[in-house]
Antibody, heavy 123, light 107 residues
C-alpha cells in the first residue's frame, strides 16, 4: 500500500524557517518525481514545487511565489522527501501535502497524496 | 502561466442526479488535465488523468472529456460519498496550476 506521511509542521514567526519531511512507503520511491502542494485555510490547491528522480538528475521546479525561499530535496536511501522553507511569510500559512507523480510517460499527474501537515506563520 | 477556470464554483444536487463541472484552460494543454476530489479536512484524491482516464479504483460513474481547451467532469447517479470539492489541474507545463474548485453540495 502506498503511503505518504508528512511531518514537521508547526507555528513559526515571520522570517523564520521550517523543514518539512514526507516519509514514503509501499512503492519504489526512487522511481518517482515528487511534489509539494499547499492549501491555505479555506482556499484552493497551490502547487509549490517538484523534484525529479535520479534518472533526471534530481532537478527541481518551483512556483514563483516560493522560488528562492523554498528548497525541495530528497533522500532515496531513506525514502524521504523534504521541503526547506526559509524567510517565511504569513501568506505561506497552509496545509502542505506531498504528492507522488505517477509513472506513465513524460506527462503524468499526481496519483497519491499524503495527509498533509499544517504550517502556521504568525507572530 | 496557464490559468484554469472552473465553473460553477458551487453546485447543489440530489442523490441520483447527474452533474457536470467544467474547466477551461487559458491556452492549449493537449489532454494533460487531471481531476481531484477533496472532502473536508482530507487530502485530495486523484480521480481522472489525461482528461478522460480513470485512476484505478475510481467508480465508473465518474467520467471526463475534452473539447479543445474545455474539459468536463461528469458524475452520474450521484452517491452520498460524492459530495465534496472538485479541482481540475493542468500538467502540460510549469507552473502546474489548479482550478479554483467546485463545491458539490447536497440539495
Amino acid at each position: 500500500e502506498v503511503q505518504l506521511v508528512e511531518s514537521g509542521g508547526g507555528l513559526v514567526q515571520p522570517g523564520g524557517s521550517l523543514r518539512l519531511s514526507c516519509a514514503a512507503s509501499g512503492f519504489t520511491f526512487s522511481d518517482h518525481y515528487m511534489d509539494w502542494v499547499r492549501q491555505a485555510p479555506g482556499k484552493g490547491l497551490e502547487w509549490v514545487g517538484r523534484t525529479r528522480n535520479k534518472a533526471n538528475s534530481y532537478t527541481t521546479e518551483y512556483a514563483a511565489s516560493v522560488k528562492g525561499r523554498f528548497t525541495i530535496s530528497r533522500d532515496d536511501s531513506k525514502n524521504s522527501l523534504y521541503l526547506q522553507m526559509n524567510s517565511l511569510k504569513t501568506e505561506d500559512t497552509a496545509v502542505y501535502y506531498c504528492a507522488r507523480r505517477g509513472l506513465g510517460g513524460n506527462y503524468f499527474p499526481f496519483d497519491y497524496w499524503g495527509q498533509g501537515t499544517l504550517v502556521t506563520v504568525s507572530s | 502561466d496557464i490559468q484554469m477556470t472552473q465553473s460553477p464554483s458551487s453546485l447543489s444536487a440530489s442523490v441520483g442526479d447527474t452533474v457536470t463541472i467544467t474547466c477551461r484552460a487559458s491556452q492549449g494543454i493537449s489532454s494533460w488535465l487531471a481531476w481531484y476530489q477533496q472532502k473536508p479536512e482530507k487530502a485530495p484524491k486523484s480521480l481522472i488523468y489525461a482528461a478522460s482516464s480513470l485512476h484505478s479504483g475510481v467508480p465508473s460513474r465518474f467520467s471526463g472529456s475534452r473539447s479543445g481547451t474545455d474539459f468536463t467532469l461528469t458524475i452520474s447517479s450521484l452517491q452520498p460519498e460524492d459530495f465534496a470539492t472538485y479541482y481540475c489541474q493542468q500538467y502540460n507545463s510549469y507552473p502546474l496550476t489548479f482550478g479554483q474548485g467546485t463545491r458539490l453540495e447536497i440539495k
